[in-house]
């Protein structure tokens, strides 16, 4: 059983102070003994399973992201939540791709992780900066494209809450928070990227293996997803053009599955940009995806209420300095 943000609304999606709800155990029809069977899982959490062409198995549901300070799905082996919100923390650099030594504070706005930032040209770098500073409300801005429930795109969605379906000519990505339910498809079968392409939110993702790492090729990207931001960092991260180019490596260790990335776009970045690795693990066996929608009438309980928002009329006052209300809206 697992530890889950209810019904991943953007609210849910955007705020550690969520209401959580835990997913029902496994049915039966899939079960041995009696008790229900883990899709991909290793036989002993070391051991790499693998397909029968001898690549590593991908398959399952993957819910924990380790390694990063995530920790609030992960589990104890007695069962016990591991509300790990400790790190190194940095403060972000405006978008140049460096950071300084800082707290980390996971719940605020000035510090995070130790997270990568995209190295924008200077141009892009201070209207980055600048849209930050004076626009992030907690961790959210306005123009956050998961405000509107569109799919977070790659980098920014690639890792997360998943269910993986591999064959050797297909491997099939079931989102269930990104923010909402979504998918991407990877070709393994050989096949090149479309000469015609049309821009979408995941783009076209073609891979081959390198030993026991899947490397994965992705354009066709849209412009409407940001390369990271929000809650969960980078802080710097967010707009990209249309001519992103993104490679992401997968790789299978016993039932943990690591992600890295190197992020290219000649519009917005002076050099490629490798995002920091992230690492999941794999489910139990009882745990299993979800259907998790998403809720744009949430979206104004994120940003910077004004006494003009509409969202926040339970909420509006006389006057608002820094988003906080200072007294009771009189007609």
Not at 119 to 127: C, D, H, S
Not at 201 to 223: A, Q
Request: hydrophobic residues 35%; aromatic residues 8%; negative net charge.
């Amino acid at each position: 059983m697992r530890l889950h943000f209810a019904g991943y609304s953007v609210a849910a999606a955007l705020a550690f102070s969520a209401i959580t709800f835990v997913s029902l155990p496994a049915t039966s029809q899939n079960a041995t003994n009696g008790k229900p069977t883990c899709i991909g899982c290793s036989v002993d959490g070391k051991t790499t399973p693998r397909m029968s062409d001898g690549h590593p198995d991908l398959n399952g549901f993957w819910n924990n992201m380790a390694g990063i300070g995530n920790h609030i799905v992960e589990r104890a082996d007695d069962g016990s939540v591991l509300f790990d919100f400790a790190g190194d923390g940095v403060t972000s650099d405006g978008g140049t791709g460096t950071s300084t030594p800082g707290t980390p504070n996971l719940f605020g706005s000035q510090n995070y992780l130790n997270l990568s930032e995209p190295p924008y040209k200077p141009e892009y770098a201070a209207k980055v900066k600048a849209m930050v500073d004076t626009e992030q409300y907690g961790s959210a801005l306005n123009e956050d494209p998961q405000m509107d429930c569109k799919p977070l795109g790659v980098p920014r969605g690639s890792v997360g809450t998943m269910q993986i379906i591999q064959t050797p000519q297909v491997v099939g990505i079931l989102y269930e928070n990104a923010p909402g339910p979504t998918y991407r498809i990877i070709y393994t079968d050989g096949r090149p990227h479309p000469k015609d392409l049309d821009t979408s939110f995941w783009g076209h993702s073609i891979g081959h293996w390198e030993g026991d790492t899947l490397v994965v090729d992705v354009v066709g990207l849209n412009d409407e997803t940001w390369f990271g931001g929000g809650m969960g960092g980078p802080r710097y991260a967010l707009g990209h053009s249309d001519q992103e180019h993104a490679i992401e490596r997968w790789t299978r260790n016993g039932d943990g599955l690591n992600w890295e990335a190197t992020i290219e776009d000649p519009v917005v970045l002076s050099k490629p940009w490798v995002v920091t690795p992230k690492r999941m693990l794999h489910a139990k066996a009882d745990d299993e995806i979800i259907e998790a929608l998403c809720a744009v009438h949430d979206k104004g309980h994120f940003i910077k209420p004004t006494k003009e928002d509409p969202f926040v009329c339970d909420f509006c006052s006389d006057k608002i300095e820094n988003g906080v209300s200072l007294g009771k809206k009189t007609n």
